[in-house]
Nanobody, 122 residues
Framework: QVQLVESGGGLVQAGGSLRLSCAAS????????MGWFRQAPGKEREFVAHIISNGGNTYYSDSVKGRFTISRDNAKNTVYLQMNSLKPEDTAVYYCAAGGIYYSRDYSYPYWGQGTQVTVSS
């Protein structure tokens, strides 16, 4: 069955960095676009970043552009999110998702991980 397992979340001070990983199994990873979303308490889930199946193109929300980098290793069935210059407003549960014909629309991703908590202290 399809599995997406995120890791790498934690507590970090503002200005710090974290690297999230998402290990995929149960589907042909190299054929799927991948995305990262996040949801803060009391807020709707929002798009963070997207990478197409071959890694050739990436897309970011304006709020993370220039600070976050999405990448993938198709040989390892893993997608990453490098987060630098973290801010308290980046605090959220971060989810990876597979699919994403419409990269910023969560409804276009059929497969989701369970999420990993990122907390940025001020």
């Amino acid at each position: 069955q399809v599995q997406l397992v995120e890791s790498g979340g934690g507590l970090v001070q503002a200005g710090g960095s974290l690297r999230l990983s998402c290990a995929a199994s149960g589907f042909r990873f190299s054929s799927y676009n991948m995305g990262w979303f996040r949801q803060a308490p009391g807020k709707e889930r929002e798009f963070v970043a997207h990478i197409i199946s071959n890694g050739g193109n990436t897309y970011y929300s304006d709020s993370v552009k220039g600070r976050f980098t999405i990448s993938r290793d198709n040989a390892k069935n893993t997608v990453y999110l490098q987060m630098n210059s973290l801010k308290p407003e980046d605090t959220a549960v971060y989810y990876c998702a597979a699919g994403g014909i419409y990269y910023s629309r969560d409804y276009s991703y059929p497969y989701w991980g369970q999420g990993t908590q990122v907390t940025v202290s001020s």
